[in-house]
Structures are given as structure tokens and as C-alpha cells.
């Protein structure tokens, strides 16, 4: 059912040219969000063009159009007023978009990079939502209500009433309303029947043909005690059924005889515990699984089975992290390269300086690439890392993962208070600060994620170089920064919902801008500040045409 493109051409993380709305009125924006103007009968064509060949699009007939766009009593008796509405969607969308197919006397709505489609997202959001169900119930319900939220059901009243019409609309109201159905199934599992019981009544009664929405109310609204309501909800539908000579479908009898005994089961069922992911950040003392976490987020691309505490996330990190991901398909490639840069700094700098002391700035949850079992590897006779995070709740979770690993120190810190950082004895011990300079070892300091969240306003150069101004001849500074080069407007307004509030949203740069970075008095290594994918060697074409980030590492004389 939730099929977004039959052909698979569909690419919402393309740099769409035109938003295209039919869920909630038919309508056109373009990149800029601006309105294009769109007279009815187009507007109709458009509809039936993109949906007419059902869920995943395909080509149209002239006829079909005909009998979905235009009301019976007003459908033209030729073509022309077809090819009228086609040519004024030609001249916004162009013909290679609306094909003419001579064949079969129609046309074809092709999808592809620069257009995006409300229908096709929902379809996206709620395959991806079908899939958790089951494995990660709590992040389901976030993605259910992200699906759901592109729906105003009511705006479909007002195509035109045929016959086709009225097949095709019922079709659209029916996926709506199985998305529904499956949502309330998750959030009953979780235990949020007041949010069912809130949110479903109205619907419930529109609908009077579904009795397993119905059947969900009920024991939503058993379950918050409002049994009374539960049990007139069914024998109102028992009433309107019996002047049909019907009767309510099993299901819902089999809920309304539960309800009438009181079954203990069903007023305080088994809910879906927490994931291993979820109790490792309970465990870590942040028990608010609506919060989110940049860094969480992060790694949980790396890191994707909720199911292993190293996934140490909350449901709304990881929806977040899932949604981006549909939309902005190069973040898990990206996060992926930043990791293996800062794995790669730690190996070189052991190997050509012989440097066995690490500072780590922006530490993630544990992953594949966790700087301390790198730094172990490649230190043999035994190496320092001392790794700051801002997030106190994630230096707890890291202590109790790797606490007993020789060497390893996990502290709160971010150069965003950098006198804080600075200060932390372990810091100052690593660094050899109380120690004269000439006595002091190399260290290597790596940002995995601290520059990203950290804007100029911080000044962030004038920190790197006073720290590194500190250390000892020989050492390295590496990092990694997200640009804004390649990044799509649909990426732009994708990362912009995530981080909407966050106190420290990404902070892009351009190529120059991470240059300016490099602090006073130390040297790039080659190849310079380049693409991420170009120092690690993986470089493809195609990622020159996709979201970038810069890396460097420099060297103090």
C-alpha cells in the first residue's frame, strides 16, 4: 500500500525545484517556498495525473483524466480543454515532467530530483514507520505521527464529485486511515492510550465502518478509566447496526465483553519496554525519552540497532536521526567519514610521531571507531586519551562502557567553555600544563563533533590556537567540519525542523571558513584541507555533487 514510486525514481532528498501538495489542498511551491498560482481544472489534472495511476504513478490515459478531473455534468465533449490544463502544467513543470505518451493517448507524471510530493513522503514515512513497529515501537509512533501529519482528510470533500473520483478518494481516505489504524495500535502498545483517547472520537464517528478504530478507542478509553464512555461507544455502533440487521464484527464485541468483565488484561496490559538503547540513556540518568542529543543522533547512523546499548538513544533521536536519514541520504556517509578521518589521525600520529597522548573533543556514544579502543590499538606500549563531551549523561554511559579500559578518561567538556575544559585536571595532566614546556609531550586533538555545533560567534579559532599554543612541539590538531557546499535547500529545511530550538544548531562552513580554523603557528599536513572522502580515499564523482565536509590536520613545529 505504501508504495512510493512503483519505479523507484522517487529522490525527496534531491534539491527539489517544486513541492507539490494534494493530502491538504492541492497546491505548487517552488525552492524559495513561494506560491505558484494554480487555477481549479489544472490543479484537478495535476491530481489525477500524479495519483490516477494509483499508489506508485505510472502513465494516465486522456479518458481517465477526463473522468477524474471534471464533473459529470460539466466534462468537456473533445481533448481540448485537457490539453489546455496539460500545456499551463507543461509551462511550470516542463514537458520532460509531463510526458506525452501517444501510444495510449495519455500522459505521464515522472518523478525525479526536483520535485516532491506530499503523497510520496507520506508513503516514505510510513514504510519506515511499518518497519518499527514491531522492533522499536516508541520511535514507530514518532514516524506514524510525522506520516499522518500531511493529512487533511476533509480537503478531499472537495474534489470532484464522478464516479472515478469518488473511487480514487476512497482509496486515499482508506491508506489514511490503515496509517491510523496502525499508529493507535503502537501507541496502545507503549501505553499512550490518553492520546488515543484524546485525538480519536471525532474520527471514530466519521468512520463508523471502522470498528477496529473503534475497538482501539474503546480500550483506550477503558484504560483511562472512562468506562463508561468505552462501553456507550459500542452500543451506539450496536444501535446504528441493528437498523442495517448487522451486527458489530467480532473483534469489537470480543473488546466490549472484555470491557464489560473488567479483564485485568485488558485495563493493564503488558507494555513494550524500553530498548537496550533506551535503558542505557535511562540508566545514564536523563529519563526523558522525548529529548534529543545531537551527537545521540549522530551516532546512531553508525550504530543502527536499538537493540545494543552502544545505540544509546532515545526514541526521538532516533526518529530524528531515521527522518534525516530519508531526506538527507548522504548524513550516514558522512558521519561514517568523520569518524574514520579522526580513527585515521589517531593512527598516523602514533606512527610518524610517535604521540600516545589523545584529546578528544565531542566524544560520541560507543561505535565501531571509538577513539579509546583506536588509540589502544595503535599505542602499543600504552597511550592517554581523555575524552570531553558535553553531555553529562553520556560521560556517565561512556565511564560505565569502557571505565575499566587503561588509560581512558571520560570528562564533561566542549570548547564551548573553554576555561572549563581547559581547567579539568585531567586535561591539564594529559596536556602537561603544570608541567614546564620544555618537559611536555605531543598530543593529538581531535574535534569529532564539537566545531559542528560551535558558530563563530565562539570564536573557535581563537580557542584552538590558545590551546595549541600550550602543547608541545610535534603536536596535531584534526577535525572535521560539515560545509555548506552541495547541501540541498530539502537537506537545509530537513536539519532546520531537527534542530529547531537546539541551543547549538550546525554551524556550516565553507571551505575557506574551515581553512581559517587551522590555529596560529601550526602547519597543514597534505593534502591541505580537502574533502573528507578525498583524504580517506573513497572518493566517488557522485560525491562531488552531494553534501560536503572539510577535514585537515595540522602540525605544531
Known amino acids: ?26 497546491g505548487v511551491t517552488d525552492s524559495e517556498g513561494a506560491i505558484i498560482p494554480l487555477a481549479r481544472q489544472p490543479a484537478l489534472v495535476l491530481f489525477a495525473l500524479i495519483l490516477g495511476a494509483g499508489a506508485g504513478g505510472g502513465p494516465v490515459t486522456a479518458e481517465r483524466l477526463l473522468d477524474l478531473a471534471w464533473e459529470e455534468s460539466k466534462r468537456p465533449s473533445s481533448l481540448h480543454a485537457l490539453h489546455q490544463a496539460i500545456s499551463k502544467l507543461r509551462k511550470i513543470f516542463g514537458p520532460q515532467v509531463i510526458r506525452r505518451l501517444e501510444q495510449i493517448d495519455g500522459y505521464e507524471f515522472v518523478l525525479g530530483k526536483g520535485i516532491r510530493v506530499d503523497w510520496h513522503d507520506f508513503c516514505l514515512l510510513a514504510q519506515t514507520a511499518h518497519g518499527l513497529d514491531a522492533t522499536d515501537s516508541r520511535t514507530a509512533a514518532l514516524m506514524w505521527a510525522d506520516a499522518l501529519s500531511v493529512w487533511s482528510p476533509a480537503t478531499l470533500g472537495k474534489l470532484p464529485a464522478t464516479i472515478e473520483m469518488d473511487r480514487l478518494r476512497k482509496s486515499l481516505i482508506d491508506a489514511y486511515l490503515d496509517a491510523l489504524q ?12 490518553s492520546r488515543i483517547a484524546t485525538s480519536l472520537p471525532s474520527i ?8 477496529r478504530l473503534r475497538e482501539l478507542l474503546m480500550i483506550a478509553l477503558y484504560r483511562c478509566g472512562r468506562t463508561a464512555e468505552s462501553i ?12 442495517r440487521h448487522l451486527q458489530p464484527s467480532p473483534g469489537i464485541q470480543t473488546a466490549y465483553q472484555r470491557i464489560l468483565d473488567n479483564d485485568p488484561a485488558m485495563f493493564q496490559p503488558a507494555l513494550a519496554p524500553l530498548t537496550p538503547a533506551d535503558q542505557a540513556v535511562h540508566d545514564s540518568g536523563q529519563t526523558d525519552i522525548h529529548s534529543t542529543d545531537t551527537v545521540r543522533m549522530a551516532n ?6 536499538p537493540h545494543s546499548r552502544d545505540a544509546y538513544s532515545t526514541p526521538a533521536d532516533r526518529y530524528c536521526s531515521i527522518r534525516v536519514g530519508l531526506f538527507v541520504t548522504e548524513t550516514a556517509r558522512l558521519e561514517r567519514e568523520n569518524v574514520m578521518f579522526a580513527s585515521r589521525c589517531v593512527r598516523q600520529a602514533a606512527a610518524e610521531m610517535g604521540i600516545s597522548r589523545f584529546l578528544e573533543l565531542g566524544t560520541p556514544p560507543p561505535n565501531p571507531w571509538s577513539l579509546a579502543k583506536v588509540a589502544d590499538v595503535a599505542c602499543p606500549g600504552g597511550g592517554r586519551i581523555v575524552s570531553a ?6 560521560v556517565r554511559h561512556l565511564r560505565s562502557r569502557y571505565g575499566h579500559q587503561p588509560g581512558a578518561t571520560y570528562i564533561q567538556g566542549t570548547i564551548r567553555d573553554f576555561e572549563r575544559l581547559i581547567q579539568h585536571p585531567a586535561v591539564r595532566d594529559l596536556l602537561g600544563l603544570d608541567l614546564p614546556p620544555d618537559e611536555r609531550e605531543p598530543v593529538l586533538i581531535i574535534d569529532e563533533h564539537d566545531i559542528n555545533s560551535t558558530s563563530e560567534a565562539f570564536d573557535p579559532h581563537g580557542i584552538y590556537s590558545h590551546l595549541t599554543d600550550q602543547l608541545a612541539s610535534g603536536s596535531r590538531l584534526g577535525l572535521t567540519a560539515v560545509s555548506t557546499k552541495g547541501i540541498s535547500k530539502v537537506a537545509r529545511a530537513e536539519l532546520g525542523k531537527v534542530y529547531k530550538g ?5 554551524a556550516f562552513r565553507t571551505q575557506d571558513e574551515v581553512a581559517a580554523l587551522v590555529p596560529d603557528g601550526m602547519q597543514v599536513l597534505p593534502p591541505g584541507v580537502i574533502d573528507t572522502h578525498r583524504i580517506l580515499g573513497t572518493s566517488r564523482d557522485e560525491f562531488d555533487h552531494q553534501w560536503h565536509q572539510y577535514s585537515f590536520c595540522a602540525q605544531k613545529p
Open 1 to 26: 500500500m505504501y508504495d512510493p514510486a512503483g519505479s523507484g525514481m522517487y529522490d525527496p532528498a534531491g534539491d527539489a525545484s517544486y513541492h507539490i501538495t494534494l493530502l491538504h489542498g492541492i
Open 182 to 193: 496502525q499508529q493507535t495500535e503502537v501507541l496502545l502498545h507503549i501505553g499512550d492510550q
Open 204 to 211: 471514530v464517528r466519521e468512520y463508523s465502518d471502522r470498528d
Open 232 to 243: 456507550a461507544l459500542y452500543e451506539e455502533l450496536r444501535e446504528e447496526r441493528a437498523q
Open 300 to 305: 546512531f547512523l553508525l550504530v543502527t540497532d
Open 389 to 394: 563531551t558535553a553531555d553529562p549523561y553520556l
Open 502 to 506: 537546539h541551543p547549538y544548531p550546525i
